[in-house]
């Protein structure tokens, strides 16, 4: 069973900085695609970024683009999302979810870190 621990929430200022990590354990090495997803209040779950465990090839929504910047330490099984010029509508709870390769739908799930903008 794959368990994913993300951290690095909080509370910062409009155009501040905030690092979410995600951990991976029980499993990890069956992990093709980490993702990074994010529900603001009152709102759906949106796509925020994913990256292949292997080889590291990155893919970002448009309201990532350009802010946000996803990457790996494949020692520690951890994925990290660097997040720069932060906006008061980029507040959400933060998951981080992981899938197995051949398969589109994100499997294995964390509990979420609270990321809130003030501005």
């Known amino acids: 069973q794959v368990q994913l621990v993300e951290s690095g929430g909080g509370l910062v200022q409009a155009g501040g900085s905030l690092r979410l990590s995600c951990a991976a354990s029980g499993g990890a090495s069956n992990i093709y695609t980490v993702g990074w997803f994010r529900q603001p209040p009152g709102k759906e779950r949106e796509f925020v970024s994913r990256?292949?465990?292997?080889?590291?090839?990155?893919y970002y929504a448009d309201s990532a683009k350009d802010r946000f910047t996803i990457s790996m330490d494949n020692a520690k099984n951890t994925v990290y999302l660097q997040m720069n010029s932060l906006k008061p509508e980029d507040t959400a709870v933060y998951y981080c979810?992981?899938?197995?390769?051949?398969?589109?739908?994100?499997?294995?799930w964390g509990q979420g870190t609270q990321v809130t903008v003030s501005s």
């Open positions: 979810a992981a899938r197995r390769a051949g398969s589109t739908t994100f499997t294995w």
């Open positions: 990256i292949i465990w292997i080889g590291g090839v990155t």
